[in-house]
């Protein structure tokens, strides 16, 4: 099942760099699975909607999808990460927020994705649950209940502070007041258990499928890996526990696979064998449709091993404890969620240089989207920290369009060439 | 052991050739519109000069924005790898270096010849050749001019512009308002210098700095840098061939 990777994406890049990178690398059935599952959603969806479901869209992860499917309606996540719909957003919005909230909202006053495929989801949506995060996207959602009735959760942004997890506990009260006066549904402490339980499990498998990455030859590439966190809050909780599970089982046999091989041609496999350097990305979420920087970092020769990021480890690295009472224990996790949106932000410095060490991280790619404050401002923070841990940072700022790919490229190139 | 090394770079490309370790010859020439054509001219005449026949090359190594459309090099390798071991071949005990030239502006430390840290400026013209080359447009000089006319001033012109194109019109609203043309000069050289020295510090460079690139020909731009920096700075006699030069050498130490 061995083919060629890095093939797909070699027209955006020059030739040199595939005549440098070639690889063989494992294709993975459940990968194909995962990203062709979007139609099939989409049926899901509307048929749901058909039967009387009510679908809640979000923007954050600090919206607990427990409480949202203990009310009995489905959710699926409206970030933007298509550059196609700015243009559309930028005629109520100023040009200089970030490309994540401008992409979101010209999909939603649009009610689709003006014409791009795989952007129906949006016009299925019964309610935005929104939340009080960083100035762009509070804001924004002033101007979104014209298009769609938007409920925004406030936040408390002090997380360390005593008041906080009890003033979020009551803001999650009246969450759970709002998704049953959606659903019709009464939202009950035992119907919160079972949710609680099953959305651990998905943390859980997304443990099990990051610790493979440990590996000294990952057996996913990074590329890939985040194609699948892209759909963690598109797919239905179950289906995407079911793609999780058949991704890790081949990715094991995989690894087994490997390891006999090379034990049979021990001296063949050490001649041949050139490490790649580890990266991390560290900082803003990538949404479907943005994987600019991780294609850059792998066609050049990197190889992420970690994200950390929305749409990386700060979507399952805390679990929710079970043994608590579920409101209040739903409160404890999610308010530790480490958001540059927050202050003081510590925890996730501690978090990236744990992260570092435990995924053997050779170097850094601090990723930042052009004009969100928060991260541009925390990426000095960053920087010392790893600086003085001795690993090596490259900042990148970008957006959604094409034109600076070139430039991140020589970065890159210098970065790996620094590393390796 | 016989090693080409070329920089196809926005503005100029270079070619610089190198016998066993040691510089023969090299060359510069504008980019123009064909970064392969260029390259191409640069290294036959490359051979020539030294005398080389083309079978009896080793290796050939591209550097410079255009390094991946010279399909005839063996490999490309980035330009701050490549400054950073072109300097450290000239000067061993360099541990920073600013480099200058057509459309960017990179801050790079560097240990023994081998990079730590590097800064670029982000995609804008802004404390590069092209700023330089528009402003002193503006003012009506010949960029060659532009530093020596800026050492004559007593007292630059303030430039608080970052954009290329508002300082051009900010030149021209000080014309207007009758400030010399040294002191306004010098006001642009400044600003450059300024904006340089805020890399320069993120990155944490303090001695032993070099200056390459092609902006580092402009005299009066070392002069204003040195004074912003504090920091007396190691300019190679041909400071616009270090990318070149590093490229050959790289393709050496990989064989």
């Given at each position: 099942m061995e083919r060629k990777r890095f093939n797909r994406d070699r027209k955006r890049f020059n030739i040199f760099i595939t005549k440098h990178f070639v690889e063989k690398m494992t294709h993975f059935e459940t990968l194909d699975y995962i990203k062709n599952s979007y139609n099939a959603r989409i049926r899901q969806l509307t048929e749901e909607k058909k039967a009387g479901k009510k679908i809640v869209g979000t923007l954050c992860l600090?919206?607990?999808?427990e409480i949202i499917f203990a009310a009995g309606a489905d959710r699926v996540i409206l970030c933007g990460g298509k550059n196609d719909t700015i243009s559309i957003a930028e005629q109520y919005l100023p040009r200089n927020i970030c490309p994540l909230v401008k992409s979101s909202f010209g999909s939603i006053v649009n009610n689709?994705?003006?014409?791009?495929?795989?952007?129906?989801?949006?016009?299925?949506?019964?309610m935005i649950v929104a939340e009080n995060t960083c100035d762009s996207k509070k804001k924004t959602y002033e101007l979104l209940g014209a298009y769609v009735p938007t409920y925004v959760l406030d936040l408390p942004q002090?997380?360390?502070?005593?008041a906080a997890v009890q003033y979020f506990l009551e803001e999650l009260n009246k969450f759970k007041g709002v998704m049953e006066e959606l659903t019709g549904n009464k939202v009950t402490p035992e119907k919160l258990k079972k949710e609680i339980i099953s959305s651990n499990e998905t943390r859980k498998l997304l443990h099990g499928l990051y610790n493979l990455?440990?590996?000294?030859?990952?057996?996913?590439s990074g590329l890939d890996l985040i194609k699948v966190m892209q759909k963690q809050y598109v797919l239905s909780a179950e289906d995407f526990k079911k793609a999780l599970r058949a991704l890790i089982d081949e990715a094991e046999q995989v690894m087994a696979g490997e390891v006999d091989s090379k034990a049979d041609s021990k001296a063949d496999s050490k001649a041949n064998f050139t490490r790649k350097p580890r990266i991390m990305i560290s900082g803003c979420p990538m949404p479907g449709g943005n994987t600019k920087v991780p294609e850059i970092i792998e066609n050049r020769g990197g190889v992420i091993v970690v994200e950390e990021s929305c749409t990386g480890t700060r979507s399952f690295w805390d679990l929710v404890?079970?043994?608590?009472d579920p409101m209040l224990a739903l409160a404890e996790r999610y308010i530790?969620?480490?958001?540059?949106?927050?202050?003081?932000?510590d925890r996730r410095i501690d978090n990236i240089l744990e992260l570092a060490r435990e995924f053997k991280v050779d170097g850094v790619v601090n990723y930042t989207l052009q004009f969100c404050h928060g991260y541009n401002i925390e990426r000095y923070k960053v920087q010392q920290a790893l600086k003085n841990a001795g690993i090596p940072v490259l900042s990148i700022e970008t957006d959604y369009g094409d034109s600076d790919i070139e430039q991140i490229g020589l970065r890159v190139d210098a970065f790996m060439e620094m590393l390796s | 052991m016989i090693s080409v090394g070329i920089d196809s770079g926005s503005a100029t490309t270079k070619a610089v050739l190198v016998i066993d370790g040691r510089m023969v010859t090299h060359n510069i020439r504008p980019t123009g519109f064909d970064f392969l054509s260029a390259a191409k001219t640069g290294y036959e005449e490359a051979l020539t000069d030294a005398e080389v026949n083309k079978k009896d090359v080793n290796g050939i190594y591209a550097t410079g924005y255009g390094r991946n459309s010279i399909k005839f090099a063996d490999r490309a390798v980035s330009e701050i790898t490549a400054h950073t071991m072109g300097v450290h071949h000239l000067y061993p005990a360099v541990n920073g270096i600013i480099d200058i030239g057509g459309q960017d502006c990179k801050v790079i430390s560097a240990v023994d010849g081998r990079v730590t840290d590097f800064l670029m400026n982000d995609k804008c013209a802004a404390g590069t050749g092209k700023f330089l080359e528009y402003t002193a447009k503006a003012l009506e000089v010949p960029i060659e001019e532009l530093g020596r006319l800026a050492l004559a001033s007593k007292e630059p012109a303030s430039i608080t512009s970052m954009c290329t194109v508002f300082a051009e019109s900010e030149v021209i609203s000080l014309r207007a308002r009758g400030f010399k043309k040294e002191d306004i000069a010098a006001g642009l050289i400044e600003s450059i210098a300024r904006r340089v020295a805020v890399m320069v510090r993120q990155v944490g460079l303090k001695q032993n700095v070099a200056f390459v690139g092609g902006v580092a020909k402009n005299a009066g731009i070392k002069v204003f840098l040195e004074k912003e920096l504090g920091v007396s700075l190691y300019v190679p006699p041909e400071p616009q061939i270090t990318g070149a030069l590093g490229a050959a050498l790289y393709g050496i130490s990989k064989r």
């Open positions: 600090f919206v607990p999808d689709g994705c003006s014409g791009v495929k795989s952007c129906s989801h949006f016009s299925l949506i019964d002090r997380p360390d502070s005593s990455r440990k590996s000294d030859s990952p057996p996913i404890d079970e043994s608590k530790k969620i480490p958001c540059s949106c927050m202050t003081p932000n | -």
